[in-house]
């Protein structure tokens, strides 16, 4: 979901204010129009849709009365095309909202107009209220490429965070802020003129983007031209209290799952461009070993001794950055995979990335996202490696080789200090 800062727009009888906080999303309206004059919340999401909060009628209740899951169906662009939750009343699935969409954006009309949302519901004969689904307007709108849509004024725009996209145009209404890397095409085109292969992350280009678990592995993968983002999934799990029908209170757990980014600059980047300098023709296996390495390196604190006097340049080092500007230490990091990895071609002439050194950088990556994230040790401690093909330093036969399972000794050898 493309969740936005806070917000406020104004309208015929007021000003209503909508508030966003790490997916929980709030709106304050005016009493003179209706609203209760303080901010209440709307959903929040969970892994397969959100959750909406139902208030009671009476207004005087502030906390939401209960709160209903609804699902949603999305297709391979992450457009929402059918949200659908189980009826209180039937106890059956209904379906609350579908959506069918011309390639850029625009929403088929006529058979399609089923908006429908459910609401707590005050009965006039026995006054009690229960939850049903009513015709009402969704207030939860993240629907092509689940964006938000604005539609405040009649605009039906698009927030795509760094742009705004009109799908009646369709076009953006902002120049592109990475316009330099598309100088064959328009400033203000959507996904490449081609939306039923591509889609725009945040409206600054059509790029792969990598999304992986916490111990790396490549979970979903949105396909585009070249790789240039990376990603991972982690879960969320909150409590809320919630009030029950019999007025006891009691904690729901809600989870939903979060895409953090790990560009090429951060500490986790700087990791998976030496694994990819170094290793990108090696196995997962080979590039996870070599990923260990510079986490081991990170972490150790061993002063120097005469049996360790050669790892104590790393006493001071705590970050892969500060690994990876160690002198002498990787003979590639002067190469173009660890200077520009994006811009590595697949030497064919063609000057365009090719599948395999996509996938080689993917997988330094899932190396690197896994190491940081959980404490492998398939190196048994190793603070170095050689590959076979360079001259290894005349210290090493002051070190103790480490065998590593899965990881051919041809391709690269591993070694550890002596302890004292």
Known sequence: MNFQPNRTFSFQLGTRHSLYRDGYQYETKPQTNGGRGYAELLFFPTAEGYVKALYKDDQSYHAPAAYQYVYIYKDHLGNNRLSYTLDPKTHQIKILEENHYYPFGLKHGNYNAIRKDVKYKEQAA??????????????????????????????????????????????????????????????????????????????KGTED??????????????KNDSPDRFFVRKQIQKKILVTNSDGTKSF?????????????????????????????????????????????????????SSKNKYMAQFSNVNSFKEVANQPNQF????????????????????????????????????AAINVTNNNTNTTNGATYFFSP???????VKNLKEVKVSNVNSSDFKFYKYENN
């Open 126 to 203: 026995s006054k009690k209220e229960i939850k049903q689904v009513v015709p009402e307007a969704v207030k939860f709108k993240y629907l092509y490429n689940s964006k938000e849509l604005q539609d405040e004024l009649g605009l039906n725009v698009y927030d795509y965070g760094a742009r705004t996209y009109d799908p009646a145009a369709p076009r953006f209404w902002q120049v592109d802020p990475l316009a330099e890397k598309y100088i064959f095409q328009s400033v203000y085109v959507y996904a490449d003129d081609n939306p039923v292969r591509f889609m725009d992350i945040d409206g």
């Open 209 to 222: 983007n990598f999304i992986f678990d916490t111990k790396g592995n490549l979970i979903e993968r949105v």
């Open 331 to 366: 003979q590639s990091v002067s190469s173009k995979r660890f200077t520009d990895p994006l811009s590595v071609t697949g030497g064919d002439g063609k000057n365009k990335r090719n599948e395999s050194e996509t996938k080689a950088l993917s997988d330094s990556f899932g």
């Open 389 to 395: 093909y360079i001259s290894t330093p005349y210290w």
């Open 252 to 304: 729901m757990t809600f989870s939903y799952s979060v895409n953090k980014e790990i560009t090429l600059n951060s500490d986790t980047g700087y990791m998976a461009r030496i694994v990819y300098a170094e290793a990108a023709g090696q196995s997962k296996e080979s590039k996870l070993a070599v990923a260990e390495v510079i986490r081991n390196r990170a972490d150790d604190k061993t002063k120097a």
